[in-house]
């Protein structure tokens, strides 16, 4: 038997279903708002999208944005309520690792129309059930989650975290080269980066030869939301480099990831998130958790809190005590309103679950009880299997990271049994310690503090 392409069962879901595309309701094409202006409403949006997907999906080529095919979208106008039509659209193919065929059968989409402006799709990605993530970065593919990330965007909006503004839709894909029948699915529209440097009163993108670190570029009011966000919503697909010598998730040739940026008039730099198919709020699950955390580290062993947990620490890290305690403060005030958007929500039961929480193990997390709990506060600590020190558990080289979280278990002399959180990524996937993932190890008890940051 042939292998058979994404490409092929994406011609044979468009053409699977048995109602066929009818005629072109009547619209007007004149003055058409721009698509920008759907994403007005926070209801979800119903559109219909006709173009030769088929095509653009076998023709794609992994770092190209330049390939398109015409298409048409058809949907009401926000304000009137008239149907509109909007021809001549260009429609590409966007995003990274969803290019990747393995990753998703249906990759997310661009929208550009001239000159009603650009829209992006983040797509249903392909049919797989919930209990089956994509087999390289771990994607639920299929239409809950788009809808889950609509939901992870109002829930970090909720909070007064800068993002991109998006829209939940259900989407009528047509393609007429596979048949002309409809395929509809749960989609989320997101705000072009255009629109978003406008909205933020950007001059100009800021690129990754560019950006230096927050540090440079005086950002620490956006970035420090920044950061506590990506905590809220458990999501590592992201990196922000804060200063020089920061390592954590960066490196030099990239210190944004997932991350724009943009000048301002001002001298200040605009900082937002996005993308967040690969957020704990989405998949529920990262495969590759148990290569960097011990689930022990927390009694209830939940991998939500654990995640939360390591990005609200690392957090700490960042900044002063006084700023750490202002920006709690500032997300408490937010508390119910965040609970609001994950309720009021148009999202499956599940991905409603997942928004409560990871909302739960946040607040939780950033509370006056749990936020200063015992760290490393020495750059020269080495970790051992025993109290005695007669061999290291991960290498003689390989010291913890400042900031480290801790669980003291036991003490002997002036050593510590603790279990550990590698939130600062100083092992990580690639390089795991086993000792420190599987069990307790022992660390110098004078080298642990709950007084850090100190001021």
Same mark, same amino acid.
């Given at each position: 038997?042939?292998?058979?392409?994404?490409?092929?069962?994406?011609?044979?879901?468009?053409?699977?279903?048995?109602?066929?595309?009818?005629?072109?309701?009547?619209?007007?094409?004149?003055?058409?708002?721009?698509?920008?202006?759907?994403?007005?409403?926070?209801?979800?949006?119903?559109?219909?999208?006709?173009?030769?997907?088929?095509?653009?999906?076998?023709?794609?080529?992994?770092?190209?944005?330049?390939?398109?095919?015409?298409?048409?979208?058809?949907?009401?106008?926000?304000?009137?309520?008239?149907?509109?039509?909007?021809?001549?659209?260009?429609?590409?193919?966007?995003?990274?690792?969803?290019?990747?065929?393995?990753?998703?059968?249906?990759?997310?989409?661009?929208?550009?129309?001239?000159?009603?402006?650009?829209?992006?799709?983040?797509?249903?990605?392909?049919?797989?059930?919930?209990?089956?993530?994509?087999?390289?970065?771990?994607?639920?593919?299929?239409?809950?989650?788009?809808?889950?990330?609509?939901?992870?965007?109002?829930?970090?909006?909720?909070?007064?975290?800068?993002?991109?503004?998006?829209?939940?839709?259900?989407?009528?894909?047509?393609?007429?080269?596979?048949?002309?029948?409809?395929?509809?699915?749960?989609?989320?529209?997101?705000?072009?980066?255009?629109?978003?440097?406008?909205?933020?009163?950007?001059?100009?993108?800021?690129?990754?030869?560019?950006?230096?670190?927050?540090?440079?570029?005086?950002?620490?009011?956006?970035?420090?939301?920044?950061?506590?966000?990506?905590?809220?919503?458990?999501?590592?697909?992201?990196?922000?480099?804060?200063?020089?010598?920061?390592?954590?998730?960066?490196?030099?040739?990239?210190?944004?990831?997932?991350?724009?940026?943009?000048?301002?008039?001002?001298?200040?730099?605009?900082?937002?998130?996005?993308?967040?198919?690969?957020?704990?709020?989405?998949?529920?699950?990262?495969?590759?958790?148990?290569?960097?955390?011990?689930?022990?580290?927390?009694?209830?062993?939940?991998?939500?809190?654990? /995640? +939360?947990?390591?990005?609200?620490?690392? $957090? *700490?890290?960042?900044?002063?005590? #006084?700023?750490? &305690?202002? %920006? =709690?403060? @500032?997300?408490?005030?937010?508390?119910?309103?965040?609970?609001?958007?994950?309720?009021?929500?148009?999202?499956?039961?599940?991905?409603?679950?997942?928004?409560?929480?990871?909302?739960?193990?946040?607040?939780?997390?950033?509370?006056?009880?749990?936020?200063?709990?015992?760290?490393?506060?020495?750059? /020269? +600590?080495?970790?051992?299997?025993?109290? $005695? *020190?007669?061999?290291?558990?991960? #290498?003689?080289? &390989?010291? %913890? =990271?400042? @900031?480290?979280?801790?669980?003291?278990?036991?003490?002997?002399?002036?050593?510590?049994?603790?279990?550990?959180?590698?939130?600062?990524?100083?092992?990580?996937?690639?390089?795991?310690?086993?000792?420190?993932?599987?069990?307790?190890?022992?660390?110098?008890?004078?080298?642990?503090?709950?007084?850090?940051?100190?001021?």
């Amino acid at each position: 038997m042939s292998r058979r392409t994404p490409a092929f069962i994406v011609a044979v879901l468009l053409s699977m279903f048995a109602v066929k595309a009818g005629p072109t309701v009547s619209a007007t094409e004149e003055r058409a708002p721009k698509l920008n202006r759907l994403l007005d409403s926070t209801t979800t949006a119903q559109l219909t999208l006709e173009a030769p997907l088929h095509r653009l999906f076998s023709e794609k080529q992994p770092d190209d944005d330049r390939a398109f095919v015409p298409g048409t979208l058809s949907f009401k106008d926000p304000d009137t309520g008239a149907d509109v039509v909007v021809r001549d659209i260009e429609v590409s193919v966007r995003g990274h690792t969803s290019r990747n065929d393995a990753e998703c059968a249906f990759p997310k989409l661009k929208l550009k129309a001239k000159p009603g402006g650009t829209l992006r799709i983040g797509t249903h990605c392909g049919e797989q059930p919930d209990d089956r993530l994509s087999p390289k970065y771990g994607r639920l593919a299929n239409e809950k989650s788009p809808l889950r990330e609509g939901l992870t965007y109002r829930i970090l909006d909720a909070l007064g975290v800068p993002t991109l503004r998006t829209r939940p839709a259900r989407i009528t894909y047509v393609d007429p080269e596979a048949g002309g029948a409809p395929l509809v699915r749960g989609a989320l529209l997101v705000e072009d980066d255009g629109d978003a440097m406008a909205r933020v009163g950007g001059t100009k993108a800021i690129g990754l030869e560019t950006f230096g670190s927050v540090k440079t570029r005086h950002a620490t009011e956006d970035a420090s939301r920044i950061a506590f966000g990506e905590a809220a919503i458990a999501n590592f697909d992201w990196c922000l480099k804060f200063t020089p010598d920061d390592i954590y998730r960066c490196n030099d040739p990239r210190p944004l990831w997932n991350i724009l940026a943009f000048d301002r008039a001002n001298g200040q730099t605009a900082l937002l998130m996005k993308d967040f198919d690969l957020a704990g709020t989405v998949v529920g699950h990262h495969p590759w958790f148990a290569t960097v955390f011990n689930p022990a580290f927390v009694p209830s062993r939940s991998e939500t809190s654990i /995640d +939360v947990i390591s990005q609200v620490q690392r $957090a *700490r890290a960042l900044f002063p005590r #006084g700023e750490l &305690d202002a %920006l =709690r403060r @500032g997300f408490v005030e937010r508390k119910a309103a965040a609970y609001h958007a994950v309720d009021s929500a148009e999202v499956d039961e599940q991905g409603r679950a997942l928004g409560r929480a990871h909302l739960d193990a946040f607040y939780d997390a950033i509370s006056d009880e749990h936020f200063y709990r015992p760290v490393v506060a020495r750059t /020269d +600590v080495q970790v051992y299997k025993d109290g $005695a *020190r007669t061999a290291e558990a991960c #290498g003689p080289k &390989d010291t %913890l =990271r400042v @900031g480290t979280p801790v669980n003291p278990l036991q003490s002997s002399g002036p050593m510590s049994q603790v279990l550990l959180l590698d939130a600062m990524w100083r092992w990580g996937a690639k390089n795991p310690c086993h000792a420190i993932l599987n069990g307790p190890v022992w660390i110098e008890t004078a080298a642990i503090t709950s007084r850090f940051p100190s001021n």
